[in-house]
């Protein structure tokens, strides 16, 4: 099962901000924070991921709080285009044979509107 | 495009066919990962290959379901004796560090 809690659906103005939320309460120590999105009928695109650290580049930024149980994802001016389903997802990650797949859940829904 | 592609990418077949799906992924990514999706559901894990080795298996991937990378590099899917309820998108993933990069996608459409 999906580890995060995330809204099932959020709305914003093109060209402000949209703060896409998420819960992982029971985040492990070698856990990391990975957002994807999809945009209807096509395979999911990577975003961004962190551990503990907020990160960013040149799609959005993550804010993880101190205590790792919830993040934020940030996309600071979207656009219509940014319109598409957001996966927050917790992932291990080991070297060797262990498999660190992607549990997803089923996202937000966020809808740019113009 | 160096992406992970899939081919077909669309595939219509009656009931009780054999289908079969392609993945190619990127260039030197070790680890290939197999998905399928649903309409409204987030993408559900099928199985995970590291080069050639097929690692896990989830208990979605019934006896029709084979998946194979012979030499390391692309992989096939192939469902067998199609049924209605195999109709859905099937994604390939691939990763050689701690990001995986998803296909566009193959569906299927079981008549």
């Known amino acids: 099962d999906a580890k995060t809690t995330q809204p099932t659906s959020m709305d914003c103005a093109e060209g402000r901000a949209a703060n896409l939320p998420c819960n992982h309460s029971?985040?492990?120590?070698?856990?990391?924070v990975y957002w994807y999105r999809q945009i209807h009928s096509q395979g999911p695109q990577y975003i961004i991921h962190?551990?503990?650290n907020n990160e960013t580049n040149e799609m959005a930024s993550l804010i993880i709080t101190e205590d790792r149980k919830s993040s934020t994802l940030i996309l600071p001016h979207a656009t219509l285009r940014d319109t598409a389903v957001y996966y927050c997802i917790v992932r291990s990650w080991n070297y060797g044979g262990a498999t660190n797949k992607l549990i997803f859940g089923t996202g937000t829904l966020l809808a740019v509107q113009p | 495009d160096t992406g992970v592609s899939q081919n077909p990418r669309h595939k219509i077949t009656k009931r009780g066919q054999n289908v079969t799906f392609r993945c190619d992924p990127i260039?030197?990514?070790?680890?290939l990962y197999w998905y399928r999706q649903t309409l409204g559901q987030g993408p559900e894990f099928l199985t995970y290959?590291?080069?050639?080795?097929?690692?896990?298996k989830s208990r979605l991937l019934s006896d029709r379901f084979s998946a194979e990378r012979p030499k390391g590099s692309f992989s096939t899917l192939e469902i067998q004796r199609t049924e209605q309820g195999d109709s859905a998108m099937y994604l390939c993933?691939?990763?050689?560090?701690?990001?995986?990069?998803f296909g566009e996608g193959s569906w299927l459409t079981v008549v």
């Open positions: 029971t985040i492990s120590g070698n856990e990391y």
């Open positions: 962190g551990l503990k």
């Open positions: 260039s030197e990514h070790n680890r």
């Open positions: 290959f590291q080069n050639e080795a097929q690692l896990e």
């Open positions: 993933a691939s990763t050689s560090g701690n990001t995986i990069y």
